[in-house]
């Protein structure tokens, strides 16, 4: 593609135009990083404005790291009878929502390991003792994968454990476990996973009983171009379908301790990444998450001249990545630091993109 088709290409987005699949690997393959961020953040500042850009506090709260998944990028897990393997039991979640909500968190991200043999019985149980307890504390908890988990060990379908997850106590879902929605990739990097089709059939019936949900992309590892453009055409297609998706996060692989070993994409990757996922999902998904745990928080905060309108969490407990040997520690200061110093008013926001302050 010349250089004057991809400019009028870059033009025709501005105007509205939405693009096709050929289209998005052409701007990705023959745009420089520039002229994408320049066209990613032109459509965020018609879409969200340019007055404010926002984040969330929450916690993450595992209730289990036994998992019979085995995914290779995952450092987390411990097989069944692993003396570091750990259950924790509602009263212990419900104290860790106690001490985030004097920190000013609105949500709780709840998700854990595939358990072999915890029962239906103890999820409800554990979801309606917390959602007691904490009735002002968003439930957004399990993922797709999770799910189809549930749903083979119960032996019952996903629409009906939804059904009683959400009776329990259960507001929303987050988008985990999607990796890169190509069952090619799936293969390689988690063969005992949820399915692509799977994974967009749990959002589907998640969508139709009400609920919403986030949606994740983890790139930057065995998958090509077309097939990291592939997963956010998904993406776009299920949110024209439903419009369940509350935002999008394109987040980066993270190396250490796992068994995958691949070194980590760039951070002109991620950036130009970020950049073509708001040209790809437009005005279908306006809420665009940039990601500072894994890219780092000062391209993090960058992506918020990239196409993203939210600089993610202050994760006052979270597990999985830590475990590959990243530390990281972000407060609510600095948070508003980083969003300022981009142009923009920080604020608050819960899980359904209300802002909190
Ligand atoms: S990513 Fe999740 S499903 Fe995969 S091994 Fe880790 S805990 Fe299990």
Same mark, same amino acid.
């Given at each position: 593609?010349? +250089?004057? +088709?991809?400019?009028?290409?870059?033009?025709?987005? #501005?105007?509205?135009?939405?693009?096709?699949?050929?289209? @998005?690997?052409?701007? %990705?393959?023959?745009?420089?990083?520039?002229?994408?961020?320049?066209?990613? =953040? @032109?459509?965020?500042?018609? *879409?969200?404005?340019?007055?404010?850009?926002? %984040?969330?506090?929450?916690?993450?709260?595992?209730?289990?790291?036994?998992?019979?998944?085995?995914?290779?990028?995952?450092?987390?897990?411990?097989?069944?009878?692993?003396?570091?393997?750990?259950?924790?039991?509602?009263?212990?979640?419900?104290?860790?929502?106690?001490?985030?909500?004097?920190?000013?968190?609105?949500?709780?991200?709840?998700?854990?390991?595939?358990?072999?043999?915890?029962?239906?019985?103890? %999820?409800?149980?554990?979801? $309606?003792?917390?959602?007691?307890?904490?009735?002002?504390? +968003?439930?957004?908890?399990?993922?797709?994968?999770? #799910?189809?988990?549930?749903?083979?060990?119960?032996?019952?379908?996903?629409?009906?454990?939804?059904?009683?997850?959400?009776?329990?106590?259960?507001?929303?879902?987050?988008?985990?476990?999607?990796?890169?929605?190509?069952?090619?990739?799936?293969?390689? *990097? @988690?063969? !005992?996973?949820?399915?692509?089709?799977?994974?967009?059939?749990?959002? /589907?019936?998640?969508?139709? #009983?009400?609920?919403?949900?986030?949606? +994740?992309?983890?790139?930057?590892?065995?998958?090509?171009?077309?097939?990291? *453009?592939?997963?956010?055409?998904?993406?776009?297609?299920?949110?024209?379908?439903?419009?369940?998706?509350?935002?999008?996060?394109?987040?980066?692989?993270?190396?250490?301790?796992?068994?995958?070993? !691949?070194?980590?994409?760039?951070?002109?990757?991620?950036?130009?990444?970020?950049?073509?996922?708001?040209?790809? !999902?437009?005005?279908?998904?306006?809420? #665009?998450?940039?990601?500072?745990?894994?890219?780092?928080?000062?391209?993090?905060?960058?992506?918020?001249?990239?196409?993203?309108?939210? !600089?993610? $969490? *202050?994760?006052?407990?979270? =597990?999985?990545?830590?475990?590959?040997?990243?530390?990281?520690?972000?407060?609510?200061?600095?948070? /508003?630091?980083?969003?300022?110093?981009?142009?923009?008013?920080?604020?608050?926001?819960?899980?359904?993109?209300?802002?909190?302050?």
């Amino acid at each position: 593609m010349s +250089t004057a +088709t991809i400019e009028t290409l870059q033009e025709k987005v #501005l105007d509205g135009y939405v693009i096709n699949r050929q289209e @998005a690997l052409e701007l %990705y393959q023959h745009s420089t990083l520039n002229d994408l961020g320049a066209v990613a =953040n @032109a459509l965020r500042l018609q *879409i969200n404005g340019d007055k404010i850009a926002t %984040y969330l506090i929450d916690r993450n709260i595992n209730y289990t790291n036994v998992c019979v998944t085995y995914c290779k990028f995952c450092a987390f897990y411990r097989e069944d009878g692993d003396k570091e393997g750990y259950v924790n039991e509602a009263e212990k979640i419900i104290h860790k929502v106690t001490e985030a909500k004097e920190k000013g968190c609105t949500q709780i991200l709840v998700q854990g390991g595939h358990h072999p043999s915890l029962t239906l019985d103890w %999820y409800l149980n554990m979801i $309606s003792k917390v959602k007691k307890t904490h009735p002002d504390v +968003t439930f957004h908890s399990f993922s797709p994968p999770e #799910l189809i988990h549930f749903s083979g060990l119960f032996k019952m379908p996903v629409i009906e454990i939804l059904k009683k997850f959400k009776e329990a106590g259960m507001d929303s879902m987050p988008g985990g476990g999607a990796e890169i929605l190509s069952d090619r990739v799936r293969k390689e *990097i @988690a063969p !005992l996973k949820a399915t692509t089709s799977e994974w967009l059939g749990v959002m /589907r019936d998640v969508h139709s #009983l009400g609920m919403r949900s986030t949606a +994740t992309m983890m790139f930057g590892h065995v998958e090509t171009i077309e097939e990291r *453009i592939e997963h956010v055409f998904l993406i776009r297609e299920l949110q024209e379908e439903t419009g369940g998706f509350l935002g999008f996060i394109p987040w980066l692989y993270q190396p250490g301790n796992e068994s995958l070993g !691949l070194k980590s994409a760039s951070g002109q990757e991620y950036l130009k990444t970020l950049a073509l996922s708001r040209i790809i !999902l437009n005005r279908a998904l306006p809420n #665009l998450q940039a990601s500072w745990v894994t890219p780092g928080k000062k391209i993090g905060q960058l992506g918020l001249m990239y196409g993203a309108n939210d !600089l993610g $969490s *202050i994760m006052l407990e979270e =597990n999985v990545v830590a475990a590959t040997g990243l530390r990281y520690l972000m407060s609510v200061d600095e948070m /508003r630091r980083l969003i300022k110093e981009m142009g923009y008013e920080p604020h608050q926001r819960d899980t359904f993109y209300n802002l909190v302050n």
